[in-house]
Nanobody, 122 residues
Framework: QVQLVESGGGLVQAGGSLRLSCAASGRTYSNYAMAWFRQAPGEEREFVAGINSSGARTWYADSVKGRFTISRDNSRNMVYLQMNVLKPEDTAVYYC???????????????WGKGTLVTVSS
């Protein structure tokens, strides 16, 4: 079992930055690849970024490539999403997720957090 708790969401102006954090608990956390997904109002939840268990490899959705950075600190059981040059279309609830498989889909995730809201004003 892996429990995930997100934090760091809030209101920011377009062009600004935020860093989301995900605290993971569970003895097997470091065996999992981790990901961030987001769900905007009226939209389906979509993949944002993923990172392998060691932190050596990362994957990004085209919409955030070059602006967002995912990282993890296995010594602290933490995963981060640094978001720069934020746009109004980045407004969404952001979810942390864990998976044993490198399939970055909703169905591919084994565990989910409850999400944190990010609102980007224009």
């Amino acid at each position: 079992q892996v429990q995930l708790v997100e934090s760091g969401g809030g209101l920011v102006q377009a062009g600004g930055s935020l860093r989301l954090s995900c605290a993971a608990s569970g003895r097997t956390y470091s065996n999992y690849a981790m990901a961030w997904f987001r769900q905007a109002p009226g939209e389906e939840r979509e993949f944002v970024a993923g990172i392998n268990s060691s932190g050596a490899r990362t994957w990004y959705a085209d919409s955030v490539k070059g602006r967002f950075t995912i990282s993890r600190d296995n010594s602290r059981n933490m995963v981060y999403l640094q978001m720069n040059v934020l746009k109004p279309e980045d407004t969404a609830v952001y979810y942390c997720a864990a998976t044993r498989f490198y399939v970055w889909t909703n169905d591919g995730m084994a565990y989910w957090g409850k999400g944190t809201l990010v609102t980007v004003s224009s």
